[in-house]
């Protein structure tokens, strides 16, 4: 009786919950097992990593599934249940591209979080908006465009963290400005259309190439191998004059040794804020060479802009519409008579710049060699160079100047236009040696060395009198050299510890005069010894949780040392504190992760100037960033998907001390807050996609939800832009199989929201004066798309 009872008990658990299935996975050519091979279950949410045997097993597998085996630089490999107890990878024929990458991204034993965005995603949103747009309802993200429609000027933070603070590159090559630290987008327009891969870290992240990850890292990663000859054309259009060419051609596999591709895009937008337009055109053109054991890749890539500026953004008693707001701003603020009529005329599109040039003009050039080698079967090494020629100007109009703040002494005021010229060069290599041979350990040891060398300068244009007289010049030359270790160790079959150490030195010499006539010569280092500790343990073949530690730092940037003339801003440091639990099923796969990033010295606007005028950046001692992340994805019918992703978080600075200006006689008032809001990071963020497909039909619902964001550090209600949500639709359909058309029908409910802005105070006779400036975003608009492959 006990025996029938067992062997009924084995009969149910085998019909409700599968089978349960174990293999190997094995390296064909050197009979030895593959560490970190990925072994996912086919129509299902489900996947292991291979241990440091090599081995793997998955339950509730029943004899009709399939699986697919994959690992970079070897041919995948789709296997059935009952031949998966011992699998041969082949190594492929060609190198691939993502071995240049995959020194400085995480993977499924780095104990972080990380998002991975394919390029068939990108895809499916690319319809001429920035990247920081197609990125949009990854985790943790909040994105805004100074123009309001996605094309321009656009931006990207990350847990709260902006632009100077999430570091990006381009094949691990570092892509931020090297003075400002930031990124700038409207540079590389139409970059998303040659990535295969984007990846995107949040928190101080893996050891990565260029200024130090401190709230988050974007990995791009370029080119994928062709074997056929194909073309291209990609056409799009819609709201606000929006209209995006794009041409791509590819060789294929040429002697079977060489491939070529290339690119051609040009992009206009009228913008949604007035003349806020914008005229893009870039280029890419790669060449490949592949042998048995090595490749090289030439990439050059390109780009061009010409923006109308719509940096001031809009006074806050226009984006609501009160007449009599706007009338005390217009009279505090002496606007003239035009500037009046153009603020109370102009409604949420409102822009400041009438002057028929007040345009942003720069190019960039790119120029990477990529390099892989591989020394052996256990070791390879990537050797990579670049170099990267940006030049441009903006022009300015500025009405009543005074000549004797350019240099012209005793002189009426008179109407100015002037360009500001930013000339400069950034070179460098960056390396990476791998290394695969012992069963339970891995190896990477890598780094960089880069140089930038920047020439600031300004031109008079108007008054014709003194057009091309200089008033400024300096020069800024910044060396980063920065070293890294890493290791993934087995401890045991089901645990995973990873270690990485990074050194980098940051050296930074400016000489000359800056545009408010101020000497800014000086000379500054860093250095900084950065590690990182994490540990994974897989619970079961469905889940795993993981936990790491991480330390960060990073220098001022240029404008701090310029904005504080004698003194010195200190680094700011950070130490990151990651928890997480993954599990996947058939129909659903989740993630939770806590993090607790603890900032000393972080840089913040306390809303203090300096001896011209300009706002400046002080250390803020203590800070911090306590929140949880979530993120599913659901397969609630066969033909419907949910993808979502939600962050409640506490931002905090712990005893914040407010600076103002005190017109009435120059002098500095602090107020003391105690602990406040970091400004721009909002408490919970939120992100949807629900998909129906049924044929050749794709229907997606887009939803993202951004809490109030404080616009400074004071957590003052009256300086914070609201919470809001917004929605999208998303159709693409297969005319045929190389034909599809896209519509993207963006805020549907006509949201009226704003996701970016500034402000400042001042006291005047004691009397508070708080200006609040918003960057309103597009209502309900669209854009059209067609897509041809040849």
């Given amino acids: 009786m006990k025996k029938l009872t067992t062997l009924f008990f084995l009969f149910i658990t085998h019909v409700l919950f599968g089978q349960r299935v174990e293999g190997i996975v094995i390296d064909q050519e050197m009979n030895a097992p593959l560490w970190g091979a990925s072994v996912r279950v086919q129509g299902s949410q489900r996947g292991v990593l291979t241990d440091s045997k090599g081995q793997f097993s998955l339950s509730g597998i029943n004899n009709a599934t399939k699986l697919t085996i994959s690992f970079v630089g070897y041919q995948a ?92 590159t381009i094949n691990g090559i570092p892509v931020n400005d090297s003075e400002s630290q930031g990124t700038y987008w ?34 791009m990663q370029t080119n994928t191998f062709e074997e056929k000859a194909y073309a291209d054309i990609n056409a799009s259009g819609g709201s606000f004059g929006t209209l995006k060419t794009t041409l791509k051609v590819g060789t294929g596999l040429m002697n079977g040794k060489f491939t070529v591709d290339g690119r051609l895009s040009r992009i206009v937008s009228d913008g949604y804020i007035d003349r806020a337009s914008s005229n893009l055109q870039s280029a890419y053109l790669s060449a490949a060479y592949f042998a048995k054991n090595s490749f090289i890749r030439i990439n050059y890539f390109t780009g061009r802009e010409k923006t109308f500026q719509s940096w001031y953004g809009t006074p806050e008693s226009r984006v609501t519409g009160s007449v009599a707001d706007m009338q005390a701003y217009i009279d505090r603020n002496y606007l003239s008579t035009a500037e009046a009529n153009n603020l109370l005329t102009s409604g949420r599109t409102y822009n400041y710049y009438t002057y028929a040039n007040q345009t942003d003009n720069y190019s960039q050039d790119h120029l990477q060699l990529l390099t892989n080698h591989r020394l052996s079967p256990n070791w390879d090494l990537d050797w990579n160079f670049h170099y990267t020629y940006g030049r441009g100007y903006y022009e300015e109009f500025k009405p009543s100047a005074d000549l004797s703040a350019y240099g012209i002494a005793d002189k009426p005021s008179v109407d100015v236009v002037r360009q500001k010229w930013l000339d400069n060069d ?59 270790a890493k290791a993934n160790w087995a401890i045991a079959t089901s645990w995973n510890a990873y270690l990485d150490l990074q050194y980098r030195t940051v050296g930074h010499k400016m000489a000359g005069i800056a545009d408010k006539m101020q000497d800014i010569s000086q000379i500054w280092s860093y250095q900084f010894v950065n590690p990182k500790i994490g540990i994974t343990h897989q619970i079961s073949s469905n889940a795993k949780v993981y936990a790491s530690y991480a330390l960060g730092s990073k220098e001022p940037s ?5 904005d504080n003339p004698g003194t010195t801003p200190r680094a700011e440091f950070l130490r990151d504190l990651e928890v997480g639990y993954q599990a996947g099923r058939a129909k659903v796969s ?60 506490r931002n905090r600075i712990q005893d914040f001390t407010e600076k103002l200006v005190e017109y009435a006689d120059y002098s500095i008032v602090s107020i003391k807050h105690g602990e406040t809001d970091i400004a721009y990071s ?37 300086r914070a832009l609201p919470a809001y949500f917004t929605q999208d639709v998303r159709l693409g359909y297969g005319l045929t199989k190389k034909i599809r058309a896209t519509m993207l029908l963006n805020n549907v409910l006509n949201a009226m929201y704003s996701s970016n802005g500034y402000t400042f105070s001042y006291l005047y006779d004691g009397a508070l004066t708080t200006e609040n400036f918003h960057y309103p975003q597009a209502g309900f608009n669209f854009l059209l798309g067609l897509s041809i492959r040849l």
């Fill in 682 to 718: 909002p408490s919970v963020i939120g992100g949807s996609t629900l998909t129906y497909t049924q044929g050749k039909l794709e229907a997606s619902l887009l939803s993202k939800y951004v809490g109030q964001q404080y616009l400074d550090n004071t957590s003052n209600a009256a």
């Fill in 186 to 219: 409207v540079n590389m327009p139409d970059f998303a259309s040659s990535v295969n891969s984007v990846q995107i870290q949040r928190g101080v992240g893996t050891s990565t190439n260029g200024a130090g990850a401190f709230g988050g890292s974007v990995n």
């Fill in 590 to 649: 989740y993630q939770l992760n806590a993090y607790f990033m603890n900032y000393t010295d972080q840089l913040v606007l306390t809303g203090a100037v300096n001896s011209v005028g300009e706002a400046i950046r002080t250390n803020a001692p203590s800070s911090y960033r306590l929140g949880l992340e979530a993120s599913v994805n659901v397969q609630l019918a066969a033909n419907l998907t949910w993808q979502a992703n939600a962050t409640i978080s």
């Fill in 77 to 168: 490999q789709e296997v059935s249940v009952s031949n998966a107890a011992r699998i041969l990878l082949q190594r492929s024929s060609y190198l691939q591209d993502e071995v240049i990458v995959k020194a400085t991204r995480a993977d499924e034993n780095s104990a972080m979080a990380y998002s991975n965005v394919s390029a068939q995603d990108l895809k499916k949103n690319n319809l001429g908006q920035d990247m920081p747009m197609l990125l949009n309802f990854t985790p943790s993200v909040v994105t805004t465009s100074d123009a309001g429609a996605g094309v321009g000027y656009t931006g990207i933070r990350i847990r709260g963290s902006d632009a100077t603070r999430v570091n990006v």
């Fill in 558 to 562: 240029r404008q701090d040392f310029v």
């Fill in 426 to 484: 950034f070179y460098g290599s960056t390396f990476a040696l791998k290394y695969e041979g012992l069963q339970r350990l891995k190896l990477t040891f890598g780094g960089a060395w880069n140089r930038y060398v920047g020439r600031h300068y300004g031109l008079l244009i108007q008054p014709l009198a003194y057009a091309g007289h200089e008033w400024y010049r300096s020069r800024s030359q910044k060396t980063d050299l920065n070293l890294y």
